[in-house]
């Protein structure tokens, strides 16, 4: 059964840094684009990178040069390196997975996505 496990969630301080961990079960993970997104309390959910098949990337502006994301095949696991968090970033962030026909797609939108991780939580707060 195909299964997405987020981890390395938890408290940081504003200015800090923190890398959630998305492992991926019962897939080969080189045949799906991943995405990871994050729902705030009472706004929607929003995508904030997104990595193809081919290792594009590509990332919400709000985010952009201080989120990386990665992922490493052979391991099965999906990165997301947050440096320079703000409060504003606090969320539950989710990684997804979908099945597209171009290695180099990525995006952002949740229907892309076929596959749910059930989430951790970020907060960032002093």
């Known amino acids: 059964q195909l299964q997405l496990v987020e981890s390395g969630g938890g408290l940081v301080q504003p200015g800090g840094s923190l890398t959630l961990s998305c492992a991926t079960l019962?897939?080969?993970?080189?045949?799906?684009?991943i995405g990871w997104f994050r729902q705030a309390p009472g706004k929607e959910r929003e995508g904030v990178s997104s990595?193809?098949?081919?290792?594009?990337?590509s990332y919400a502006d709000s985010v952009k040069g201080r989120f990386t994301i990665s992922r490493d095949n052979a391991k099965k696991m999906v990165y997301l390196q947050m440096n320079s968090l703000k409060p504003e970033d606090t969320a539950v962030y989710y990684c997804?997975?979908?099945?597209?026909?171009?290695?180099?797609?990525?995006?952002?939108?949740?229907?892309?996505?076929?596959?749910w991780g059930q989430g951790t939580q970020v907060t960032v707060s002093s």
């Open positions: 990595i193809s098949r081919s290792a594009s990337t």
């Open positions: 019962g897939f080969t993970l080189d045949y799906y684009v």
């Open positions: 997804a997975a979908g099945t597209v026909g171009s290695p180099y797609y990525t995006s952002l939108r949740s229907g892309t996505y076929d596959y």
